[in-house]
């Protein structure tokens, strides 16, 4: 979001600033709380907002034709680690034999996702793509908690609490600006 603020020059209204001001206090408790620099998830975080701020520039590929070069970037370094591990006996498919199969569904799996992302991040503000990003990380938790049995301290909850919050205040302030443009 401070991407799409700072260097798109979106504008946040009231509510869209009181959201972003409630979710960074949850994030920066939950980050705080722990022992340690949690330097995974802000590289991912940041990792993601550069990536969304690509597609988002005026100048971007069309969202399939981006993805493509994506793909064509990374294709060699993949193929060659590939190799390498398939050599060593490293490879789940080498090991097992049973996941030749899914080889051709997982790429399937992953470029949907970023296609459609790709598509979205060119029509909707950056700042609405920031807010969506907490979507990913509350389903990993939610699975963590109910379908892997985790524990959830206070500051996680606390965290989770605030970013729901500010979630539901942004999507609210959407709704309610979407049926006042409509009339």
């Known amino acids: ?11 946040l209204n009231r509510a869209a600033r009181i959201a972003v001001s409630i979710a960074a206090v949850g994030v920066g408790v939950m980050a705080f709380s722990g022992q340690r620099i949690p330097w995974i998830a802000l590289s991912l975080a940041v990792s ?4 969304g701020l690509m597609k988002k520039k005026p100048d971007a ?14 294709a060699v370094p993949v193929a060659v ?8 006996n ?18 399937a799996i992953t470029v949907a996702p970023l296609l459609l992302f790709g598509i979205a991040a060119q029509r909707i503000p950056l700042s609405t793509v920031g807010m969506l990003q ?6 990993q938790l939610l699975l ?3 379908l892997y049995g985790e524990s959830m301290s206070g500051a996680e909850m606390f965290g ?5 919050l500010a979630l539901g205040i942004f999507a609210f302030d959407g709704i309610v600006r979407s049926r006042a443009s409509a009339v």
């Open 61 to 74: 590929a069309p969202p399939l034709e981006g993805l493509l070069i994506e793909a064509a970037t990374v």
């Open 90 to 107: 490293q490879s789940v498919v080498v090991e097992t034999g049973e996941f030749w199969g899914w080889i051709p569904w997982s790429g």
């Open 134 to 139: 907490y979507l990913a990380p509350t389903i």
């Open 144 to 146: 963590g908690i109910y």
């Open 48 to 51: 993601f907002a550069l990536y």
């Open 1 to 11: 979001m401070a991407l799409g603020v700072v260097i798109l020059r979106e504008h």
């Open 160 to 164: 989770f609490a605030s970013v729901w």
């Open 81 to 88: 680690y590939l190799t390498v591990l398939i050599g060593q």
